[in-house]
């Protein structure tokens, strides 16, 4: 059992008081640490003690639990209110879970993104808990005059065994709301879990599969009218003129109107995005009127110009190909230098170098962007699905020169998001639509407008090499990736720590194609360029390609290199060992072509092992054994589905995704163009299994998504005798799974 403190000199993390209706609510802090060292509690700023969360517990017995992140389908509405219910020790089906609304003022980092949520909340929410149930036990005493520490809890029920007194949360809460908050509580051992580590159903499951109205596409509002936008055809591009003429005569058409998505003064935050920045808006009573009516505008169209950051030419994809390869072969900027690789390379008995690439990619969220919005003079309303409503609501504010407190953001549950959701133009083209239309508005993106406005995942290269002496030992390790316009080199991670002589560089070239953020940023290409390598390396050098890399962590665990590798080599091995055992790795099957693959990304570590057949000459995916250390596991059968949906999605990005360009133009805009892994090519069967441990969670939504790449490449590699450097490996025609 673990004792936290609540209340550091006069300050609390925890306030309670009484409902209106009776019934206790219990606020704290999100953003609390429970076990600071002396030095940190010092400098630990006031905004950690801000109240920023509620637990309500009312007379009827139910408590309700606000999770304040949006839901992208990474299950925090559920494992987040588990963990209080756990300390709390409520019967989960007493327990209701809200959305919580946007405020800025009494919420902490309200976005999805960055696999951090469990991670960020897991101390102060489990406090609350185990705070709300002290306090309730406190009341029970008062109540029944017998010492606090006598009395149990189960289910809701506070019970006192030597007078055989009970009674319901409901009876106390409202007294409970009058206890002064501990000072310190318990907060329970692993083993005596009860709730986390269980499976619990999402509690928005049956609303999914019944249809019922819960997403950003389902939001109506009596009055709503729909609006659709045209935007330049290709990057490089800017709106000259239209005529609307015709399209404004057609059946149930409001209006025509140009929308400026920012102001020219408007300093961009990240969450913005400077992508065609003017488009042109139809505005109708329907769907399909403005869907009809789009068709018809005449638009004009015109170079964006010279710009100090933004190149105004109108890009191809071989373009993009040359420019990569040319970068790759000027001097770039080194980011880690460890020993003397120069030396190392120079007197090297064999070299083995490589060159890894990938290309654009599309999100193609299941739904496509939408947004509600109704401005009003003094206020606006907006409601949907977006991964980022605190910082979006701040650039509505400013786009509208509303205060921010005038601007109300509804959070509604998201139909996929892997990153596309962080840039919320969608939101701010609403809202100025709205404005301009003086209604409330329901902006629709099509799928053709989804996939060709941008954002993408960027295109990136990469280069390693390898120094092996006469005895075909590693002696030194180079590793040097670049992208447009970013680079995915982590220069601090595995095998940086394990090789004596190595180096790290990086390079950008810029371009007008927008990208962010996908599903693990970097890494997602990063991990199967340098899983590849490794398996290539360990071949040339005669190893296991699993003991090969369990060789360099425990050089990395004993004598570690340098002193900033951000990984720890134990947990590292740990999963590799893991995943050996349960894939029964070593006892090879005919016919059966194995690929393995091991990363380390957003705090948590992943091993695959995958195994590939040939059927009619076409390699199929038969089975992926995943060993993942993520701390402890809150919700089993969530985390499982988790780490399934991230391996599905890895092997058709790696086997056929791409977004290619001709003069500017996305040459895939829908599904018949842009290929995603078929539900037959679906590995026909996935085992995940965790390390079990007792440390804290550390994060799961990205972190199984990145090394499948590598393992698919090295099964490939395997089933078919050709190594396969650049992605798509079977590019947009090809059908070789399932």
């Known amino acids: 059992m673990t004792i936290v403190k609540t209340t550091f000199g006069r300050r609390s993390f925890l306030k309670s008081s009484a409902l209106?209706?009776?019934?206790?609510?219990?606020?704290?802090?999100?953003?609390?640490?429970?076990?600071?060292?002396?030095?940190?509690?010092?400098?630990?700023?006031?905004?950690?003690?801000?109240?920023?969360?509620?637990?309500?517990?009312?007379?009827?017995?139910l408590v309700t639990i606000m999770s304040p992140n949006p839901e992208i389908?990474?299950?925090?509405?559920?494992?987040?209110?588990?963990?209080?219910?756990?300390e709390l020790d409520v019967d989960w089906k007493n327990v209701i879970v809200e959305q919580a609304p946007l405020d800025t003022d009494l919420f902490t980092r309200q976005l999805a993104g960055g696999s951090q949520s469990i991670r960020q909340g897991w101390e102060s929410l489990r406090m609350a808990g185990a705070s709300a149930r002290r306090m309730l036990q406190e009341a029970a005493a008062e109540a029944w005059q017998v010492s606090a520490d006598e009395i149990t809890v189960e289910n809701g029920v506070l019970s006192h065994e030597q007078s055989g007194k009970s009674a319901g949360f409901g009876e106390m809460a409202s007294a409970a709301a009058e206890i002064p908050v501990p000072e310190e509580v318990r907060l329970k051992d692993l083993k005596d879990y009860k709730i986390i580590g269980t499976s619990r159903k999402n509690v928005d499951g049956k609303k999914i599969v019944t249809g019922e109205p819960l997403y950003g596409l389902d939001y109506k509002k009596d009055g709503m009218l729909i609006a659709m936008i045209a935007h330049p055809p290709a990057f490089g591009m800017k709106l000259k003129s239209f005529d609307a003429s015709q399209a404004k005569a057609m059946p149930g058409i409001k209006d025509v109107i140009p929308v400026k998505t920012y102001k020219d003064d408007y300093k961009l935050q990240w969450s913005d995005t400077s992508t065609y920045p003017d488009l042109v808006a139809v505005v109708g009573n329907s769907t399909w009127e403005v869907m009809q009516a789009k068709k018809s505008l005449r638009l004009e169209w015109e170079s964006i110009g010279e710009n100090d950051n933004i190149p105004s030419a109108l890009e191809n994809t071989s373009g993009h190909k040359a420019l990569m390869n040319e970068m790759q072969l000027k001097k770039a900027e080194v980011r880690r230098k460890d020993g003397n690789p120069e030396s190392a390379f120079k007197n090297a008995a064999k070299i083995i170098e490589r060159t890894y690439s990938?290309?654009?990619?599309?999100?193609?969220?299941?739904?496509?962007?939408?947004?509600?919005?109704?401005?009003?003079?003094?206020?606006?309303?907006?409601?949907?699905?977006?991964?980022?409503?605190?910082?979006?609501?701040?650039?509505?504010?400013?786009?509208?020169?509303?205060?921010?407190?005038?601007?109300?953001?509804?959070?509604?549950?998201m139909g996929g998001g892997f990153g596309r959701r962080l840039y919320g133009h969608f939101l701010?083209?609403?809202?100025?639509?709205?404005?301009?239309?003086?209604?409330?508005?329901?902006l629709i993106y099509s799928r053709e407008d989804d996939m060709s406005y941008g954002i993408y995942r960027p295109a990136y290269l990469a280069t390693y090499r390898a120094a092996l002496d006469a005895n075909n030992n590693l002696t030194a390790f180079h590793v040097k990736a670049g992208g447009i316009p970013e680079s995915p080199l982590f220069a601090d991670r595995f095998p940086a720590g394990a090789i004596d002589n190595y180096m790290a560089e990086s390079w950008a070239a810029k371009?007008?194609?927008?990208?962010?953020?996908?599903?693990?940023?970097?890494?997602?290409?990063?991990?199967?360029?340098?899983?590849?390598?490794?398996?290539?390396?360990?071949?040339?050098?005669?190893?296991?390609?699993?003991?090969?890399?369990?060789?360099?962590?425990?050089?990395?665990?004993?004598?570690?290199?340098?002193?900033?590798?951000?990984?720890?080599?134990?947990?590292?091995?740990?999963?590799?060992?893991?995943?050996?055992?349960?894939?029964?790795?070593?006892?090879?099957?005919?016919?059966?072509?194995?690929?393995?693959?091991?990363?380390?990304?957003?705090?948590?570590?992943?091993?695959?092992?995958?195994?590939?057949?040939?059927?009619?000459?076409?390699?199929?995916?038969?089975?992926?054994?995943?060993?993942?250390?993520c701390g402890i596991v809150v919700n089993p059968d969530a985390a499982i589905n988790l780490s399934e949906g991230g391996i599905v999605d890895g092997i058709g990005h790696a086997m056929y995704s791409e977004v290619t360009f001709k003069e500017g133009v996305?040459?895939?805009?829908?599904?018949?163009?842009?290929?995603?892994?078929?539900?037959?090519?679906?590995?026909?069967?996935?085992?995940?299994?965790?390390?079990?441990?007792?440390?804290?969670?550390?994060?799961?939504?990205?972190?199984?998504?990145?090394?499948?790449?590598?393992?698919?490449?090295?099964?490939?590699?395997?089933?078919?005798?050709?190594?396969?450097y650049d992605q798509p490996f079977m590019g947009s025609n090809s059908s070789v799974l399932g």
């Open 666 to 724: 996305p040459e895939q805009n829908n599904f018949d163009k842009y290929r995603l892994i078929r539900h037959s090519e679906a590995p026909k069967s996935i085992e995940v299994h965790f390390v079990e441990n007792e440390i804290d969670p550390t994060g799961l939504g990205e972190p199984p998504f990145p090394p499948i790449m590598g393992a698919v490449a090295n099964a490939l590699y395997k089933a078919t005798g050709k190594r396969f």
């Open 511 to 629: 371009s007008n194609i927008s990208v962010g953020a996908f599903r693990a940023p970097r890494s997602n290409f990063i991990a199967g360029a340098e899983q590849s390598f490794l398996d290539e390396l360990a071949e040339e050098m005669g190893k296991d390609p699993i003991d090969f890399r369990l060789e360099l962590l425990e050089k990395a665990k004993i004598s570690p290199v340098g002193e900033r590798n951000d990984y720890e080599a134990e947990r590292y091995a740990g999963v590799l060992k893991l995943v050996k055992e349960k894939s029964n790795w070593g006892s090879e099957q005919d016919g059966v072509h194995r690929g393995v693959s091991a990363y380390f990304c957003h705090n948590s570590y992943v091993a695959q092992v995958l195994d590939m057949v040939v059927k009619n000459g076409a390699p199929v995916v038969e089975k992926v054994h995943c060993a993942i250390d």
């Open 358 to 413: 990938c290309p654009f990619l599309a999100h193609n969220t299941m739904e496509p962007m939408n947004f509600f919005a109704d401005v009003r003079p003094d206020m606006a309303e907006l409601a949907g699905p977006i991964q980022t409503p605190e910082f979006m609501e701040k650039t509505v504010a400013a786009r509208l020169d509303l205060p921010l407190e005038k601007v109300d953001i509804h959070m509604t549950r």
């Open 73 to 86: 389908g990474q299950n925090v509405k559920t494992s987040m209110p588990m963990l209080v219910a756990e």
């Open 20 to 61: 209106a209706g009776g019934g206790m609510m219990l606020g704290f802090s999100w953003f609390a640490s429970c076990k600071p060292t002396p030095e940190q509690i010092v400098n630990m700023p006031k905004e950690w003690f801000n109240i920023n969360a509620y637990l309500k517990i009312g007379e009827n017995g």
């Open 428 to 442: 701010v083209e609403a809202a100025v639509i709205s404005q301009k239309m003086k209604a409330p508005v329901k």
